[in-house]
């Protein structure tokens, strides 16, 4: 029983760039990696149907972006805060003494 060679996104999509480009023929790609013409058309159809995404504005990374700038504006506010809690109290503790208290 043979196993199934698995191949890597980036072999595909050159195999199928190799194709689109007219570099080499639909027989020589299938010669020269012992593939398939069904598997290489396969291929190029997945590449084709997923091309229009590749300059879609990724909106998931944006969204995740805008929470990560808002979570970095919110540290900073509560580290100023806790900066200024920090003096204040060490202000009224040097006052506390003063006073003999």
Known sequence: ???RRKFSPEFKSQIVLQ???GEKSMAELCREHQLSSAM???WKQQFLAAAPRAFEKDSASSAEQERIADLERMVGRLTM???IAKKASSLLTGMRD???K
Request: net charge neutral; no cysteine; glycine share 14%.
């Open 98 to 100: 003063r006073n003999g």
């Open 81 to 83: 805060e806790l900066e």
């Open 19 to 21: 194709l689109l480009s």
């Open 1 to 3: 029983m043979s196993k």
């Open 40 to 42: 290489i058309g396969n």
